[in-house]
């Protein structure tokens, strides 16, 4: 999932989005307009800044924000702790290259097909994990994931340990291809605005209010009369088919994959930045991956050991904010929670 | 014919028979107390009716529809709902959320994802109308953790009643309160009988006796007697195992 680059444009707006909030309730409002505005000028405003190297890096922080925003849902509105998610962006992956080594090239199919099949393998994990609760979640997650690591590492025919190069890019049709360099930039962005939109809005839904009862007590919904299973599949199997297509559009992003996309430390860190961010809030997922992954790249400059002050930043958040930099700035703009 | 009948009802813990062959009936607009000391089997006999815990023989029938084989979410569509022992209210949401939780699960699909549920009016009217009916209109934005016990207890006993239930099972809804509350609550429960037949768990002898048609006995895991608050005020394995001197005196 982590591949080098450098500092990105779009945490700093996001964070701004929760500070302004109390004070300039009219520019709260627009601006997660004002932000995916910003976003969908960056690769024009680049090359006049010198800054043409950060708009793969951008591209890449919205794929792994689209697979960040699934997990949250599940984790800071379900409540399931899946330590398995890297699995589902796996799934997603590699059916983009299963799609081109039959000879497929559409870019839509290629990623429509990761969402579905990765929709597929969770509503088949999450049937059975959904059994259980807690710790017991948590591993057998982590142990589906780890099976469908070790199944791609054993599957010759998509390069099995040493990956699988997506040589020609995936073809978007129409007028798309070649309308622009940065063409994919912009698609991955329309989707990772419509994912966020949408799981924003579902938040606030039936289903949306029924999932957060059931994070916070489920006993009492299973007497209410809601079922409570088939409630968190759902949720489950929708965050595992968005994961896919995040997978689809980091297969594309790197032109290759290999099995440590989908390896447990990617889950982990997945789980990581969502609750650096804040889990169960709505910036918390876009803006968790966007700080995480723009102070590894700039750390990286730096030094070679810059997991030492990211595990230091870790450490500050777990103390001192413990719901995520979201809740932090929340409570800074002296606003309520937005969840 | 009761509304609802338990016929064999067992569970074991291991050795233990935490529940022995229990019958138990109920009848419409009844309101039934179930008695007996502690560790006589009264919340395990409530989580076997209610199905949060798996009977391991009996029979469960709520107007004629049998319960035994139903998840326990199903239990509650069918007409049969619960209150906690230990209050058990959404704690960090408003009284308002609370109750729209509860009157959502009753109308219509909770799967509907796209529109706003708090822009359904139709919830929000029954929500207000149930806060109306427990008493809890004044404290409606009021997060419901920052309630005093009193007042959560009558939430609690209010997303049971979303469910508009045949029965309502209570476990212990005056368990922890003033007497002042405690009355309040007897007041509450007892305007509920015309709409649906409880089966009442409870400590405080007073509220028993003062509310209850009928009593059943539970020792150690079996029902000793059963009957109206005379019948089993003057029974003298009663007052042996349970009620004791108070009742003598």
């Not at chain 1, 398995?84 to 997603?92: K, L, N, R």
């Not at chain 1, 994919?184 to 957060?212: N, P, T």
């Not at chain 2, 009264?42 to 076997?48: A, D, F, I, R, Y």
Request: charged share 15%; glycine share 10%.
């Amino acid at each position: 999932m982590l591949e080098p680059t450098s500092q990105g444009a779009s945490s700093a707006p996001c964070a701004a989005a929760a500070v302004t909030h109390a004070r300039f309730p009219g520019l709260a409002r627009r601006l997660p307009w004002l932000v995916l505005a910003l976003l969908a000028a960056f690769p024009l405003l680049a090359p006049a800044f010198g800054l043409e190297y950060y708009v793969g890096f951008v591209r890449r922080v919205l794929i792994v924000a689209i697979a960040a925003t699934s997990l949250n849902f599940i984790l800071g509105y379900g409540g399931m702790a899946a330590l398995g998610h890297a699995g589902f962006i796996g799934v997603g992956a590699y059916t983009v290259v299963a799609l081109v080594e039959a000879g497929f090239s559409s870019a839509w199919l290629a990623w429509g097909s990761a969402a579905l099949v990765a929709g597929l393998a969770a509503a088949a994990i999450g049937a059975v994990s959904l059994r259980t609760r807690g710790v017991y979640f948590i591993m057998i997650t982590l142990a589906f994931a780890q099976m469908l690591y070790y199944l791609a590492v054993s599957l010759r025919t998509w390069g099995g340990d040493d990956g699988y190069g997506l040589y020609t890019p995936l073809e978007l049709g129409a007028w798309l291809d070649g309308a622009h360099a940065q063409v994919f930039y912009w698609v991955v962005l329309a989707i990772a605005a419509a994912v966020f939109a949408l799981f924003s809005r579902v938040a606030h839904s039936r289903y949306g209010h029924a999932l957060r009862g059931i994070r916070d007590n489920e006993m009492r919904m299973v007497a209410l009369g809601y079922p409570v299973y088939g409630l968190k599949l759902a949720g489950f199997v929708a965050a595992g088919a968005v994961a896919g297509l995040a997978g689809g559009l980091l297969a594309s992003h790197n032109a290759f994959v290999s099995p440590s996309i989908m390896h447990w430390t990617q889950s982990a860190l997945l789980l990581v930045m969502v609750m650096l961010g804040g889990a169960g809030r709505r910036w918390g997922a876009p803006l968790g991956v966007a700080l995480w992954l723009t102070l590894e790249e700039v750390l990286k400059l730096y030094t070679d050991y810059w997991h030492w002050p990211l595990g230091l930043l870790l450490l500050l958040v777990v103390f001192h904010a413990p719901q995520g930099v979201a809740a932090l700035l929340e409570r800074r703009g002296g606003r309520e929670g937005a969840r | 014919m009761s509304l609802f009948t338990a016929e064999g009802l067992v569970k074991r813990f291991g050795g233990l028979l935490a529940t022995d062959h229990v019958d138990l009936a109920v009848d419409a607009g009844e309101i039934h107390a179930l008695i007996g000391p502690n560790g006589a089997g009264k919340s395990t006999l409530v989580n076997l009716i209610s199905g949060l815990l798996p009977a391991d023989a009996g029979r469960i029938v709520l107007d004629g529809v049998d319960l035994t084989v139903l998840a326990p979410h199903a239990r509650t569509r069918a007409g049969l709902a619960r209150c906690f022992q230990i209050t058990s209210v959404f704690r960090n949401d408003s009284v308002r959320d609370n109750l729209l939780l509860a009157v959502q699960a009753q109308a219509g699909s909770s799967f509907r994802c796209l529109s706003r549920r708090d822009a359904e009016h139709a919830l929000q009217e029954r929500a207000e109308a149930l806060a109306q009916r427990a008493g809890l209109a004044e404290v409606l934005e009021r997060n419901a953790g920052t309630l005093p016990h009193g007042l959560q207890k009558r939430l609690d006993l209010a997303l049971a009643l979303a469910a508009r239930p045949k029965l309502l099972l209570l476990d212990e809804p005056m368990a922890g309160m003033g007497p002042e509350d405690s009355q309040q609550m007897v007041g509450l429960i007892r305007s509920l009988r015309r709409e649906t037949a409880i089966l009442l768990i409870e400590h405080d002898m007073d509220a028993v006796f003062q509310l209850a048609d009928r009593i059943s006995v539970l020792v150690y895991g079996k029902v000793l007697t059963s009957g109206d608050a005379a019948h089993v005020k003057g029974h003298a394995e009663v007052q042996a195992v349970y009620l004791g001197t108070e009742v003598a005196t």
